[in-house]
């Protein structure tokens, strides 16, 4: 039987090199660690001020009024400071304070200031309402969303045309209708569940549903669910339908 080597006994020379390479290798996988770690902690901190910030917010690049399903509003407003028509630190007070006055002299939380930020001369403020009503009472303009019955039974006459909605998203001349016409009478009522945003305000509108059909002055359909409204001057905005489901 073959004799085994014997094994060469390491002088304490060769332990104590090799203890020392074992730590650098220990204290070279920590450092890796923790600026593994201090790397994550900055991009997870940077997130959070991005986000806190709003800049992965998506925002609306003009004015606009958004129904949403739990039955709050919410507005967006782009406001320029080029003219200087406005302060920003002067405006951000006034919101402020308006709000404020409202909610105490009603439920603490009707209307909440979500964001307010200054960009490139431009002020955009984000704010919601709990309802459609907290809405018209806080900014005086009239709007109403319900079902066809509803409008009517509010005293909504549908005295207008309205284009419908063609399939490449158009409203065209060619679709206009009236309301006793075609809309609400014989066999081509809306479907059922049909509603109506009845407003009074230049701004564009995105609704919780697929527009159906819009009042036939002033209005610019962007997509399924939204639309333009310049019907005329602040002093002679006209009333807008906006039938959707």
Do not use: C, W
């Amino acid at each position: 039987m073959r004799e085994q080597p014997k094994r060469r006994k390491r002088s304490q020379e060769e332990l104590r090199l090799l203890r020392e390479k074992r730590r650098r290798q220990i204290i070279r996988r920590r450092r890796r660690a923790l600026a593994l770690f201090l790397l994550l902690l900055a991009v997870a901190v940077g997130f959070g001020i991005a986000a806190f910030l709003g800049v992965f917010e998506k925002r609306s690049d003009e004015n606009l009024l958004s129904l949403k399903s739990d039955g709050t509003v919410v507005y967006e407003e782009v406001a320029s400071l080029k003219d200087g028509k406005y302060d920003a630190k002067e405006l951000k007070e006034y919101v402020t304070d308006q709000i404020d006055v409202y909610n105490n002299s009603h439920s603490d939380g009707d209307v909440k200031l979500n964001r307010y930020s200054v960009k490139k001369d431009q002020v955009y403020v984000r704010t919601t309402y709990k309802d459609i009503a907290t809405y018209r009472d806080f900014t005086g303009y009239e709007i109403f969303d319900g079902t066809v019955a509803q409008a009517k039974k509010a005293g909504y006459d549908f005295s207008d045309t309205f284009k419908l909605k063609s399939r490449k998203l158009k409203l065209t001349k060619d679709s206009v209708v009236s309301a006793d016409a075609k809309m609400f009478g014989g066999d081509k009522k809306p479907a059922a569940g049909m509603r109506v945003l009845v407003i009074k305000e230049n701004t564009a509108v995105k609704v919780d549903g697929e527009i159906y059909a819009v009042s036939s002055t002033g209005t610019k359909l962007k997509d399924e669910e939204t639309v333009e409204i310049a019907s005329g001057d602040e002093d002679d905005i006209l009333l807008t339908y906006i039938f959707y489901n």
